[in-house]
Nanobody, 125 residues
Framework: QLQASGGGLVQAGGSLRLSCAAS????????MGWFRQAPGKVREFVAT?????????YADSVKGRFTISRDSANKNTVYLQMNNLKPEDTAVYFC???????????????????WGQGTQVTVSS
């Protein structure tokens, strides 16, 4: 089970930190990441981190503004630090986990086996 939290309403240029806590199985062996879905749009990849933390991937639209990290003490918790937020970042953000995902498929939502319930992020202009 994945539980996402930390969403909210923020002005453009502001920051939010999302958290995803995993429980119920050994998610430490899983690649964990974030996707988002805006109204009327398909779910899109945001960022992913491998279980070791050595490999991190970002969508071009968030590079330099968002940072994904894995809790060093509890590998079952993943964070998404979002800085310099823009109105186009407004969406429901979902955390996800999967195993055996090759690099070329890292941004493919169907490769992830487990999903959280989503947390709303709204950025006002």
């Amino acid at each position: 089970q994945l539980q996402a939290s930390g969403g909210g309403l923020v002005q453009a240029g502001g920051s939010l930190r999302l958290s995803c806590a995993a429980s119920g199985r050994t998610f430490t062996v899983y690649t964990m990441g974030w996707f988002r879905q805006a109204p009327g749009k398909v779910r899109e990849f945001v960022a992913t981190i491998r279980r070791s933390g050595d490999s991190i991937y970002y969508a071009d639209s968030v590079k330099g503004r968002f940072t994904i990290s894995r809790d060093s003490a509890n590998k079952n918790t993943v964070y998404l630090q979002m800085n310099n937020l823009k109105p186009e970042d407004t969406a429901v953000y979902f955390c996800a986990a999967g195993s055996g995902i090759i690099a070329s498929s890292i941004s493919t939502a169907t490769r992830y086996d487990y999903w959280g319930q989503g947390t709303q992020v709204t950025v006002s202009s």
